[in-house]
Protein backbone atom coordinates (compact mmCIF):
# COMPACT_ATOMS: atom_id res chain seq x y z
CA UNK A 1 0.00 0.00 0.00
CA UNK A 2 0.87 3.63 -0.50
CA UNK A 3 1.23 5.88 2.02
CA UNK A 4 1.29 9.33 1.44
CA UNK A 5 2.51 12.12 3.08
CA UNK A 6 1.26 15.64 3.46
CA UNK A 7 4.55 17.25 1.73
CA UNK A 8 3.79 14.33 -1.23
CA UNK A 9 0.11 15.40 -1.79
CA UNK A 10 0.91 18.63 -1.90
CA UNK A 11 3.48 18.20 -4.13
CA UNK A 12 1.15 15.80 -6.27
CA UNK A 13 -1.67 18.54 -6.33
CA UNK A 14 1.24 21.14 -7.49
CA UNK A 15 2.03 18.74 -10.18
CA UNK A 16 -1.73 18.54 -11.46
CA UNK A 17 -1.62 22.55 -11.43
CA UNK A 18 1.68 23.06 -13.62
CA UNK A 19 -0.44 20.36 -15.77
CA UNK A 20 1.13 17.61 -15.14
CA UNK A 21 -0.63 14.02 -15.83
CA UNK A 22 -0.97 11.36 -12.84
CA UNK A 23 0.83 7.89 -15.06
CA UNK A 24 -0.30 4.46 -13.76
CA UNK A 25 3.26 3.87 -13.76
CA UNK A 26 4.94 3.94 -10.02
CA UNK A 27 8.15 4.78 -9.07
CA UNK A 28 10.64 2.08 -8.86
CA UNK A 29 11.97 3.27 -5.32
CA UNK A 30 9.09 4.37 -3.34
CA UNK A 31 5.44 3.19 -5.67
CA UNK A 32 4.11 6.67 -5.54
CA UNK A 33 2.31 7.18 -9.25
CA UNK A 34 4.25 8.57 -11.55
CA UNK A 35 3.84 12.63 -12.96
CA UNK A 36 4.35 13.35 -16.44
CA UNK A 37 5.42 17.09 -17.00
CA UNK A 38 4.27 19.21 -20.34
CA UNK A 39 7.61 18.69 -21.09
CA UNK A 40 7.71 14.98 -21.27
CA UNK A 41 9.45 14.39 -18.04
CA UNK A 42 8.37 11.95 -15.84
CA UNK A 43 8.68 12.82 -12.17
CA UNK A 44 8.32 11.44 -8.42
CA UNK A 45 6.74 13.44 -6.07
CA UNK A 46 7.75 11.51 -3.03
CA UNK A 47 11.16 11.41 -3.87
CA UNK A 48 10.80 14.75 -5.99
CA UNK A 49 13.20 13.89 -8.38
CA UNK A 50 12.96 13.05 -12.30
CA UNK A 51 12.81 9.49 -13.12
CA UNK A 52 14.29 7.77 -16.46
CA UNK A 53 11.99 5.77 -19.01
CA UNK A 54 14.17 3.75 -20.67
CA UNK A 55 12.06 2.84 -23.69
CA UNK A 56 9.93 4.97 -25.43
CA UNK A 57 6.24 5.70 -25.84
CA UNK A 58 5.53 2.74 -27.80
CA UNK A 59 7.12 0.52 -25.26
CA UNK A 60 5.99 2.00 -22.17
CA UNK A 61 2.97 -0.47 -21.81
CA UNK A 62 5.35 -3.63 -21.96
CA UNK A 63 7.45 -1.86 -19.73
CA UNK A 64 4.91 -0.70 -16.99
CA UNK A 65 3.69 -4.52 -16.95
CA UNK A 66 7.95 -5.90 -16.95
CA UNK A 67 7.76 -3.23 -13.92
CA UNK A 68 5.43 -4.40 -12.06
CA UNK A 69 6.05 -7.61 -12.08
CA UNK A 70 9.35 -6.48 -11.03
CA UNK A 71 7.82 -4.31 -8.25
CA UNK A 72 6.31 -7.49 -7.05
CA UNK A 73 9.24 -9.47 -7.17
CA UNK A 74 11.36 -6.71 -5.26
CA UNK A 75 8.80 -6.80 -3.01
CA UNK A 76 8.56 -9.99 -1.97
CA UNK A 77 12.69 -9.51 -1.90
CA UNK A 78 12.63 -7.20 0.83
CA UNK A 79 10.17 -9.23 2.98
CA UNK A 80 12.45 -12.03 2.63
CA UNK A 81 15.36 -9.98 3.49
CA UNK A 82 13.64 -8.71 6.58
CA UNK A 83 12.68 -12.21 7.55
CA UNK A 84 16.47 -12.83 7.09
CA UNK A 85 17.37 -10.26 9.63
CA UNK A 86 15.86 -11.45 12.54
CA UNK A 87 15.96 -15.33 11.52
CA UNK A 88 18.19 -17.46 14.02
CA UNK A 89 17.18 -21.34 13.38
CA UNK A 90 19.82 -21.87 10.39
CA UNK A 91 17.06 -24.68 8.52
CA UNK A 92 14.77 -21.68 8.37
CA UNK A 93 17.78 -19.41 6.99
CA UNK A 94 18.07 -21.75 4.68
CA UNK A 95 14.55 -21.93 3.49
CA UNK A 96 14.84 -17.90 3.36
CA UNK A 97 17.73 -17.70 1.40
CA UNK A 98 16.54 -20.19 -1.17
CA UNK A 99 13.45 -18.38 -1.68
CA UNK A 100 15.49 -15.14 -1.74
CA UNK A 101 17.61 -16.69 -4.62
CA UNK A 102 14.81 -17.95 -6.64
CA UNK A 103 13.21 -14.41 -6.37
CA UNK A 104 16.41 -13.15 -7.44
CA UNK A 105 16.68 -15.42 -10.43
CA UNK A 106 12.91 -14.63 -11.47
CA UNK A 107 13.69 -11.04 -11.59
CA UNK A 108 16.36 -11.58 -13.97
CA UNK A 109 14.18 -13.48 -16.12
CA UNK A 110 11.63 -10.96 -16.14
CA UNK A 111 14.05 -8.73 -17.50
CA UNK A 112 15.43 -10.66 -20.15
CA UNK A 113 11.56 -10.75 -21.20
CA UNK A 114 12.69 -7.38 -22.49
ZN1 LIG B 1 9.68 7.80 -5.62
Known amino acids: MIALS ?5 QMAELLRKGATMLSESCPEC ?6 LQD ?3 VCPMCNKPVVVVSADAD ?3 M ?3 GS ?3 TLLTKVKEIQGMLETEKDPSKIN ?3 ETLMKLLDAR ?3 RKLG
Request: glycine letters at 6%; zero cysteines; proline letters at 3%.
Open 6 to 10: EGSMK
Open 31 to 36: NTPLFK
Open 64 to 66: AQQ
Open 95 to 97: TLL
Open 108 to 110: ERV
Open 60 to 62: TEV
Open 69 to 71: IDQ
Open 40 to 42: GTL
